[in-house]
């Protein structure tokens, strides 16, 4: 079906059709305003992220559904960084009229498939036309409570660095689907991204992080963010940085420097973060019991930059640091 058949509004009312009631909403999809909730001695946590079709993703590399789940994923990951908890979302999108009702339905399942997963639900947003592709652009909003949110400005001397998950699968995946592959782990990684939001509670719940960030240009450009916030410089050992069997056995088919497509590639939407020395096995325990690994991968030291050492302490200059939208 063609959007000129149903109109801006049709399709407006085929998402809100998705919609169940949602925690906190007291006027959803409809009004000139979405009327929420904050829980009392909660604080509001709001992150917004753009998808530009040809920046972000490639029509021939994904699906609608995995697109829409990806689009609120990247989101959800943010606030899960702050270590907070996903609430109520916005979703603008800038759509090419000859884009299918048939595929935006689809999107419109992903985005709602993973707003349920985590607790979100979609309460408004903005629909125009595009001239040049497709831009979805999600505002989330999450909350806290004061104490336990966890900035990017915490990070002290002597704290450890942890990276939850395996790191270099989604930049592999990329490099795969350029490459013609369409399915892997990899592939899925890159696709579909689970954020981290139960260990980023735990964490928050814990107290047990002093900084944290989500990695999405790559582990030492999001840690720069860490660093630069926080007045610090750290030490990362390579050979402790958590590679997935898949990476290890397919990256040095697509990558000349496996570990800076690992370091650098980004989109990876694990969790990074700092903690006081000397607790490594009671971070590790704590993010078990959220299913997800936890590796310290070096520590943080005085100073403001960021040294990349192999296991024998020589250091590897980092060809790259990660994604920068205007990086010549
Ligand atoms: N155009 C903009 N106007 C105002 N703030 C912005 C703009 N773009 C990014 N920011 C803010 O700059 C900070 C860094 O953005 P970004 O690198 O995109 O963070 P993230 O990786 O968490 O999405 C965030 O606080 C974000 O809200
Ligand atoms: C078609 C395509 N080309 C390139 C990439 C790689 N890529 C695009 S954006 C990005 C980094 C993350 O995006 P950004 O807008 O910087 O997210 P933010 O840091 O704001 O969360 C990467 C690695 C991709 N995902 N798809
Ligand atoms: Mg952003």
Redesign the pocket.
């Known amino acids: 079906m063609r959007l000129g058949e149903i109109g801006e509004f049709g399709l407006i009312d085929r998402i809100a059709g998705k919609v169940a009631a949602g925690a906190g909403v007291r006027l959803g999809i409809g009004d000139d305003a979405a009327v929420t909730e904050t829980e009392a001695g909660r604080l509001l946590l709001s ?3 753009m998808l530009v079709e040809g920046i972000h993703f490639d029509l021939s590399f994904t699906d609608p559904f995995r697109l829409g789940r990806k689009s609120l994923a990247v989101n959800v990951s ?1 606030i899960a ?1 702050m270590g907070g908890h996903p609430r109520h979302a916005l979703l603008c999108l800038a759509i090419p009229t000859d884009l299918p009702v048939e595929f935006l339905d689809r999107f419109a399942d992903g985005v709602i498939s993973l707003a349920e997963e985590f607790g979100v639900t979609l309460i408004g947003g903005d629909t125009c036309r595009s001239s040049s592709g497709l831009v979805i652009s999600i505002t989330l909003h999450g909350e806290q409570v004061p104490t336990r949110i966890i900035p990017r400005n915490g990070a002290r001397p002597g704290d450890d660095v942890f990276v939850t998950g395996t790191v270099g699968d989604s930049a592999l995946g990329l490099e795969l689907l350029r490459r013609g592959e369409r399915s892997g782990h990899a592939v899925e990684r890159h696709l579909n991204p689970s954020p981290r939001v139960s260990a980023g509670l735990s964490l928050a719940e814990s107290g047990m992080a002093s900084a944290m960030i ?1 990695v ?2 790559g582990v030492l450009a999001d840690l720069g963010h860490i660093l630069t916030g926080s007045g610090v410089g750290a030490r990362i050992d390579a050979s402790l940085i958590p590679l997935s069997p898949y990476f290890s056995q397919r990256a040095p088919d697509v990558a000349p420097d496996p570990l800076s497509l690992a370091l650098a590639g980004g989109e990876d939407y694990e969790l990074l973060f700092t903690a006081a020395p000397g607790r490594t096995a009671e971070v590790e325990t704590l993010l078990a019991a959220c299913g997800v690994t936890a590796t310290r991968i070096g520590s943080i030291v005085a100073g403001s930059d960021v040294t990349v050492t192999a296991a024998d302490g020589t250091l590897i200059p980092p060809r790259r640091r990660g994604f920068n939208h205007f990086a010549p």
């Open positions: 992150t917004a992220d943010d960084a989500d999405s240009d």
